[in-house]
């Protein structure tokens, strides 16, 4: 055997090797790629599952005795969920409503969030509910020409440090009222907070 066919036997094992090497690199930088990437994204939520339910209440024209809409958040399982770090949107059409939580959330906890409507002479329908009360607020209008005209709200829950959409849905309304934020001559307000307690 001479020389010229040790060297032919050993390029298959060289490239081989070589195969190997190059595939391990790549695989390292796409790694580290898609680690880097998962670290932009922020902690992850620690808790297991969190719910929330929209109902809106038939309204009895012309007296409105059922004027409302009940937002819940339930903490069905895991850890307890801190305050700061989930929001709610409710939006129709350009007009928003932002829930916050008033304290921590235990598994097994809910807090709730009613939005009412407030007549001219400063009371809510239905009556029994007061818009100083920190669950309760009244957004919603009976005038037409105060609220988008969209029959649909759209919902959205959000972990705040990660900015992850935990729930989104479209919900169907009546369309007889809506989302208001401001007064006939300032229609223009488009963003109020809301407290879930």
């Known amino acids: 055997m001479d020389a010229s066919e040790d060297e032919r036997a050993v390029s298959p094992v060289v490239g081989v090797v070589l195969l190997v090497a190059i595939t391990a690199v790549i695989g390292a930088v796409l790694a580290g790629f898609a680690l880097g990437l998962a670290d932009d994204l922020g902690p992850r939520p620690t808790f297991a599952a969190l719910e929330l339910t929209f109902e809106e209440e038939p309204a009895s024209a012309p007296q409105y005795d059922e004027f409302r809409w009940d937002l819940s958040l ?13 929001v709610v949107y409710l939006d129709h ?12 959330l235990r598994p097994g906890e809910t807090v709730e969030l009613t939005i009412v409507h407030n007549n ?3 009371d809510t329908i239905p009556a029994g509910l007061s818009c100083s009360d920190v669950n309760v607020a009244c957004r919603l209008a009976g005038d037409t020409g105060n609220f988008p005209e969209e029959n649909r709200i759209r919902l959205q829950m959000v972990h705040e440090p990660s900015g992850s959409i935990l729930y989104r849905e479209q919900v169907g309304i009546s369309g007889e009222y809506g989302i208001f934020n401001g007064n006939p001559s300032d229609i223009d307000i488009t963003d109020e907070t809301l407290t879930f307690a």
């Open 120 to 122: 001219q002479d400063g």
């Open 93 to 104: 059409g350009d007009q928003r409503v932002t829930g916050t939580l008033d304290r921590s």
């Open 74 to 86: 339930t903490n069905t399982a895991g850890g307890t969920v801190d305050a700061e770090e989930i």
